[in-house]
């Protein structure tokens, strides 16, 4: 069974995201949540452990799984940024929103899609930006839940119901209502919403 640690939403413990650190460190997957909801996630250059991701969501290999970065200078290392892109993000970033890029070199194959694309986040979340922080890599982000008609996952307890027995770890963060992120592709001049979800899209529309 996966280990439970809370871990204060507002002002994350260091010493406990330090434990959450060092699982992903040794290749370990962990569930978190996010500004949108509870996510599963692993250092995204540890393929044993993204490979495991993918086993766990029951996802086919073609279709890659975004992830999260600290900021926004963190995102232009794995994400071409024009500078379109760069003020739209710049003005909604930490927010809930994937953004779709062009990945650069850095990015694993694993996490590109066959386009060479990318979608990223800097979610609006405490725990998350300092795990991320604290890993100096970029964490795989995907919902907390196997189906989209299935049951909201809400709290940690509908997490380890889940997926208890298939991650390492569980940080629980409170309960959350569950809302997918908006995605918007930046791959040119003009956005594009690829899904409506959380966050306010009128700075993306012209």
């Known amino acids: 069974m996966a280990k439970i640690l809370e871990i204060n939403p507002c002002n994350p413990q260091p010493r406990l995201i330090a434990q959450a650190v060092e699982i992903l460190q040794h290749g370990g997957v962990i569930c978190y949540p996010t500004d949108t909801m509870y996510g599963i996630g692993c250092d995204i250059f540890n393929q044993k452990a993204v490979k495991r991701v993918y086993q766990i969501k029951r996802r ?16 232009s290392n ?12 710049r003005k909604n970033l930490p927010g809930p929103y994937t953004f779709v890029l062009s990945g650069t070199k850095v990015v694993p194959k694993i996490m590109l899609t066959k386009q060479k694309t990318v979608g990223i986040r800097v979610p609006d979340n405490p725990i998350c930006l300092m795990i991320i922080e604290a890993l100096g890599n970029p964490v795989l982000n995907t919902s907390a839940m196997l189906e989209e008609e299935d049951p909201p996952v809400c709290s940690c307890l509908d997490v380890d119901r889940l997926f208890g027995k298939q991650v390492d770890l569980i940080i629980d963060g409170g309960d959350i209502v569950p809302y997918p992120s908006t995605v918007i592709s930046l791959l040119t001049e003009q956005p594009e919403i690829l899904r409506e979800g959380k966050g306010d899209i009128s700075a993306f529309l012209s």
Request: proline share 7%; with cysteine; aromatic share 14%.
């Open 78 to 89: 794995f994400g071409h940024v024009g500078n379109t892109a760069y003020r739209l993000m």
């Open 60 to 75: 086919p290999k073609d279709k890659p799984f975004s992830f999260m970065c600290a900021s926004l200078t963190n995102i």
